[in-house]
């Protein structure tokens, strides 16, 4: 489990102050990476880090663009958080990520 941001460095204590640390085996920060979402090259990069091939990946994000549209164009399954707010017909959005499990134990289509 990674986290890929468009964040400043200022993140990682961000995520220690939460303690949200110790569940990330790796954070992959846009201004350290040196590659901004939707620029592919960030989750290139932090798949590779992480040892797994693209299609080996899931991504969840909430951005259409720097995050959904730019992973699956990476070969990354991607989902869309878009909370409160389903849309019918796309098996991947999610309203919640509790909705997540239930779309990795059965897929849609």
């Known amino acids: ?3 890929v941001s468009n964040w400043s460095d200022r993140l990682t204590p961000v995520l220690d ?3 949200l ?3 990330f085996e790796q954070v992959f920060i846009s201004a350290v990476v040196g590659y901004s979402k939707p620029d592919t090259r960030l989750f290139l990069h932090a798949a590779q880090a992480m040892g797994v091939a693209p299609s080996e990946t899931i991504h969840v994000g909430d951005d ?3 995050d959904w549209l730019a992973a699956k164009a990476t070969g990354i399954e991607a989902y869309l958080l878009v909370r409160g707010h389903p849309i019918p017909h ?3 959005i999610l309203t919640s990520l509790n909705d997540l499990m239930s779309h ?3 897929p849609a289509g």
């Open 90 to 92: 796309e098996p991947h």
């Open 104 to 106: 990795l134990h059965h």
């Open 21 to 23: 640390t110790p569940y």
């Open 1 to 3: 489990l990674a986290v």
């Open 64 to 66: 259409e663009a720097n």
């Open 17 to 19: 102050g939460l303690r």
